[in-house]
């Protein structure tokens, strides 16, 4: 009996031990799960407050671009002592620069609505890689296209307001004001947009260099 009784309470003391074991480990196994979680959660969560920020910002971008379109896309002005035979009207289509400018316009407010659901993706997938370098590639090109644009409406307006002796440029603005405040104001929402895409591709390149 004492022989059983010996065999049996070391059985019961092998199998604590080997119990306690494996508890230690389980703890450790847990331990390191929670630790990677809290450090992968302290990496994660900047890049998805930068793709927020980028979501917001595309938002602002279509707006000023898009409403820099459409404002100067719909402005014109006819002086009052037009006569029947004889009209003094001011159009943005009567110079091809403003025409260009409405145009890139359209354009990049189109691809800012098409950016949108890969900025979505990018706050879900707050590590997602390949869709921030698409974007960056992409918000470069339509940045160069909007300052292009921009930067010659933006000279012709300067010459409409302040004209060019030498060039024999008189300063319509003189006359059509309407005109040239409408086409001022388009100029606003168009270089909002410059600056949101520089802050754009900023806020992808943070993201990149975390995520390396």
């Known amino acids: 009996m004492r022989g059983h009784s010996y065999k049996y309470v070391a059985t019961q ?6 119990k306690g074991k494996f ?4 703890s450790n196994i847990r331990m390191s799960i929670v630790e990677f979680g ?15 920020v980028d979501f917001m910002v595309r938002l ?7 409403g820099g ?10 002086l009052p002592f037009s006569t029947q035979f ?9 110079l091809p620069t403003f025409t260009l400018f409405v145009v890139v316009n359209f354009i990049v407010s189109g691809y800012l609505l098409l950016s949108i659901p890969l900025s979505i993706f990018n706050i879900v997938r707050n590590t997602a890689k390949n ?9 470069t090109a339509m940045m160069g296209l ?33 005109f040239c405040e409408r086409i001022s104001g388009s100029l606003i929402g168009s270089f909002v947009g410059v600056a949101a895409f520089i802050l754009l591709i900023l806020l992808s390149a943070v993201a990149l260099s975390r995520r390396n």
């Open 13 to 18: 003391v092998k199998f604590f031990i080997e």
């Open 23 to 26: 508890l230690l480990i389980v």
């Open 38 to 52: 809290q450090a992968k959660g302290l990496t994660s969560t900047p890049n998805r407050g930068l793709a927020i």
């Open 60 to 66: 602002l971008a279509v707006a000023g671009t898009l």
């Open 69 to 78: 379109a459409i404002v100067m896309a719909s402005t014109e002005e006819t």
């Open 86 to 94: 004889v009209r003094f009207r001011a159009e943005y289509d009567d």
């Open 131 to 139: 869709t921030r370098i698409l974007l960056i590639i992409f918000d």
């Open 146 to 178: 909007l300052t292009a644009g921009a930067s010659a409406a933006a000279a012709i307006v300067y010459l409409a307001h302040k004209g060019n002796d030498r060039a024999n440029w008189f300063a319509i603005c003189r006359q059509f004001n309407s």
